[in-house]
């Protein structure tokens, strides 16, 4: 009876290794499609889900706090397609999703919204001043050519910049810093503070 229950305790072990072995399995599979749901194949950015969940998150919190929404693209993407290739472009949107993660702070929130395009929810701002330290920061970041297939790909991108204190709602505040990107790209800065 001892042996018995022995080798039935052997077994029963055996089964929970098992089932804790697919357990593991099965939350690494989930986490894995969790991530793909919200972050862009390409850059490994989040994605314009993401993006959205995180914007509508930032207007329920309470306190309060001042954010900005910089809207960033890519000044001349399609001459970049057309001249090297598809796979340069996507090198280049890669290196830009690099460098501007790169240059901004841990607590600061970078997603590639699709195309050329990127947004970046920059929160705890103090005083409207480091807002243009940011964007000329962000800027200096693309000053270095890519080195691409034996070419040196030189890349820039403007950037729109809109306060949560103008906005009274995510929707508000995507349409004031898209407006101020479109405006950026006539400025030699390459920046422009929506102030509507």
């Known amino acids: 009876n001892i042996k018995e229950l ?8 055996e089964l929970l290794d098992k089932i804790q072995v697919s357990t593991q399995k099965l939350r690494a599979e989930n ?13 490994q950015l989040p994605n314009r889900h993401y993006f959205y969940q995180t914007l509508l998150a930032s207007f329920d919190q309470s306190p309060k706090t001042t954010s900005a929404l910089f809207f960033i693209d890519n000044n001349n993407f399609k001459e970049i ?18 460098r501007l993660q790169n ?10 919204l699709g195309g050329d395009e990127f947004a970046i929810l920059i929160r705890n701002i103090t005083k409207t001043e480091h807002l243009t330290k940011i964007s000329e920061n962000l800027l200096k970041c693309c000053e270095q050519p890519l080195h691409f297939d034996q070419h ?4 820039s991108f ?7 204190e103008q906005a009274h709602s995510p929707e508000d505040l995507i349409t004031a810093a898209d407006s ?4 950026a790209k006539t400025l030699q800065q390459g920046w422009y503070f929506s102030l509507r």
Do not use: P
């Open 31 to 43: 986490d894995v499609l969790a991530h793909q749901a919200l972050h862009d194949q390409l850059t």
């Open 180 to 183: 101020a990107m479109y405006k």
């Open 81 to 98: 397609n057309d001249q090297y290739g598809h796979l340069a472009g996507d090198a280049v949107l890669q290196e830009m999703a690099k």
């Open 158 to 164: 403007s950037i729109g910049i809109a306060s949560t």
């Open 6 to 13: 022995q080798q039935l305790n052997e077994v029963f072990n």
């Open 103 to 112: 240059s901004l702070r841990q607590d600061d929130f970078i997603a590639r």
């Open 152 to 155: 040196q790909i030189y890349f």
